[in-house]
């Protein structure tokens, strides 16, 4: 294959891979959207493979099947709600590829050392980030944020020790302050994501996948790549995207996230409340909603954890066909463990997509609402976001439920959420407290509803 | 000079083309846009088979096909656990008469 034909397929799977994620736009075309990418995908590496820039294919074959076998049976196996480690997984796999292949390059003689430099400093963070990521949502290791002594200056130090590294190995091009920086990234995305734990691991993801494409960049520079380019661009750009709309969510800043300072500030404004919040039983609550008109579901977290997304499926079709109940339900952006994680679960429990609705589209309804159904979510209701300026969750957008006819919390206790604030919505004389494991919860209302 | 700069050129612009594009994904999927952004990341593997494609067997050749292995995995997986996803956004089977559609 000439080089010219090579190049209009980067050029034409480029354009394959834009029209993909376009067609994420809407769920009717999302489909139709992954398929262009994996055409793309084909296309690139046949191009590439045929190109008289690659001489073995034979080898080169065997390490695609061996790698597409591998990925196959894991994508196949996977649980929705291991979707956010598994994507972890993915992303550290990219990245470790992109450090091995500008060390390869470096050992096979390249000149273009601040290319290769990039492309092994971004790709080594995004692995070892990405490792630790999956490691904790996995629940290798506790999810929560760790601290350790002076871990700031440690930081600085490591990111000093990388800028460095890189440097001498930028102006003298000598393989021991390549190796050295190899190494320092590896310790720098360990550390980096060690402070970080629970209701802010969509972040996290989200930078791990941006770094994964700015790695792609690198390396397509010191290939001289133009397809590895544009795509890594593209996901670069997605990556950070979907940060900046998870912070915003929950009006965090980036350099708090990476700092944890939520953590610590948190601990003084958990406030003690010596209100009661009434409990409410099952009975009660099928009793409510089945002469309700409009009732709003708010899954949370908590839902995914207890696996009750089918259950909350089957009464909601309760609901509406036996009771003639209108429901709706209600996903605040940083629900789940990565953006978008809830409308996954849901819809994997065939709710259409048509009754799940975004923060912005659905708050004005809670005040026409009979009754709005929280089952384990917290923080995201919280009013105090909105009137407590000292509070440290102040300025999050929240899903107003309080304003709907009568509130169920379905919770195990009483106990704060991820940020640590009370819920003074628990207190408020609207609001039923259902005591308990979301999905038994959820099954004894349903099977009242049934009867 | 000028083919740095042409590369500069093409990463600056992919930017603005990644930054409208990826504004316009509806927030319900994006779950499934995580996951095809980080299939399409693994187009690294074109660096990969460009290493590994080498004719003689060296240390070089040997890390390029352990990161064809790699990219290859971010690839298939990626894809797949996408369309895994996306297959399971469905419409509603009957519509309810009384229910007033307000989907953006």
């Not at chain 1, 996977?78 to 480690?85: E, G, S």
């Not at chain 1, 994507?87 to 273009?112: K, M």
């Not at chain 1, 999050?396 to 304003?403: A, F, I, N, S, Y």
């Amino acid at each position: 294959m000439t080089n010219s034909l090579l190049l209009i397929s980067y050029l034409l799977s480029a354009v394959l891979f834009i029209l993909s994620i376009r067609s994420l736009a809407a769920p009717d075309t999302a489909r139709k959207g992954n398929l262009l990418g994996i055409f793309g995908m084909i296309l690139a590496i046949v191009a590439t493979l045929f190109s008289s820039l690659v001489s073995d294919t034979l080898w080169v074959g065997l390490a695609l099947i061996v790698g597409a076998l591998i990925g196959s049976y894991f994508a196949l196996k996977v649980k929705m709600t291991a979707l956010p480690q598994m994507i972890a997984a993915f992303n550290g796999l990219g990245g470790l590829s992109a450090v091995l292949i500008s060390l390869a390059e470096i050992l096979s003689g390249s000149a273009l050392y601040v290319e290769n430099a990039l492309g092994l400093l971004i790709g080594a963070i995004a692995f070892s980030g990405s490792i630790l990521a999956f490691a904790k949502l996995q629940g290798l290791i506790s999810a929560k944020p760790l601290h350790f002594p002076l871990q700031r200056t440690f930081n600085l130090m490591l990111a000093l020790l990388v800028i460095a590294s890189c440097a001498h190995f930028v102006i003298t091009g000598q393989i021991e302050p390549f190796y050295l920086l190899a190494v320092a990234s590896l310790v720098l995305g360990v550390t980096l994501v060690l402070p970080i734990g629970g209701a802010d691991m969509p972040i996290v993801i989200s930078i791990l996948n941006s770094y994964s494409g700015w790695a792609a960049v690198g390396i397509g520079f010191s290939l001289n790549n133009i397809l590895l380019i544009i795509v890594g661009a593209i996901v670069g750009a997605s990556g950070a995207i979907l940060s900046y709309i998870m912070t915003k969510a929950m009006n965090r800043s980036l350099m708090s996230v990476i700092f944890g300072s939520l953590g610590e500030s948190s601990a003084a404004s958990v406030q003690e409340v010596n209100q009661q919040a009434k409990a409410g039983d099952p009975q009660d609550a099928a009793f409510i909603m089945e002469n309700a008109s409009k009732v709003i579901i708010v899954p949370g977290y908590g839902m995914a954890v207890a696996q009750a997304q089918h259950i909350l499926k089957e009464m909601a079709e309760v609901l509406a066909s036996k009771y003639n109940v209108e429901v709706k339900f209600a996903i605040h952006p940083v629900a789940g463990r990565m953006p978008g994680h809830m409308n996954v679960l849901l819809a994997e429990a065939n709710v259409p997509y048509e009754d799940v609705f975004e923060l912005e589209a659905i708050n004005r309804e809670f005040a026409t609402a009979d009754v709005a159904y929280v089952i384990g979510a917290n923080d995201v209701t919280n009013p105090l976001a909105k009137t407590d300026s000292s509070s440290p969750i102040f300025g999050m957008p929240v899903l107003e439920v309080g304003k709907a006819k009568t509130v169920f919390f379905v919770k195990r206790s009483l106990a704060t959420g991820y940020s640590g604030v009370d819920n003074p919505l628990f207190y408020a004389p609207n609001t039923f407290m259902l005591y308990g494991d979301a999905k038994k919860v959820t099954e004894e209302i349903t099977s009242v509803l049934e009867q | 000079m000028t083919d740095s700069f042409l590369l500069w050129t093409i990463l600056i612009l992919a930017c603005f083309a990644g930054y409208f594009v990826v504004w316009g994904v509806t927030p319900a999927l994006h779950s499934p846009l995580m996951s095809v952004s980080n299939a399409i990341s693994g187009v690294v593997v074109l660096g990969a088979l460009i290493t590994a494609g080498a004719t003689e067997f060296s240390s070089a050749k040997i890390l390029g096909l352990i990161a064809v292995v790699l990219a290859s995995i971010n690839i298939f997986g990626g894809f797949i656990v996408s369309q895994r996803m996306l297959l399971m956004f469905k419409k509603k089977e009957k519509p309810l008469p009384q229910e007033v559609k307000q989907h953006d």
